[in-house]
């Protein structure tokens, strides 16, 4: 399937400079799948979501960090 864009005047002649250096078509492709799955990933955590999720990590954060100064209390008794 084919697009066409719209490049602005200055940008296409930065771009023609490199033409025999880079793969325009290969660069926008990444870019765009870059930002697809940013929004992708967003469209997957509404607000509720998110906010569980960070509940979630700082518990987990939490449990973690008492687990690791209990060890290293211990291991500085010994």
Known sequence: MKLTLYVP???FER???YR???NASAILQRSVERELLS???AD???GEDLD???ERLKSEKA???G???ERGQAEGMT
């Open 9 to 11: 005047d200055a940008l």
């Open 44 to 46: 997957r955590f509404d």
């Open 63 to 65: 449990v973690l960090e």
């Open 67 to 69: 687990d690791f100064r």
């Open 52 to 54: 569980q999720a960070i």
């Open 39 to 41: 929004l992708e990933a």
């Open 15 to 17: 771009l023609e400079r």
């Open 20 to 22: 025999d250096r880079i």
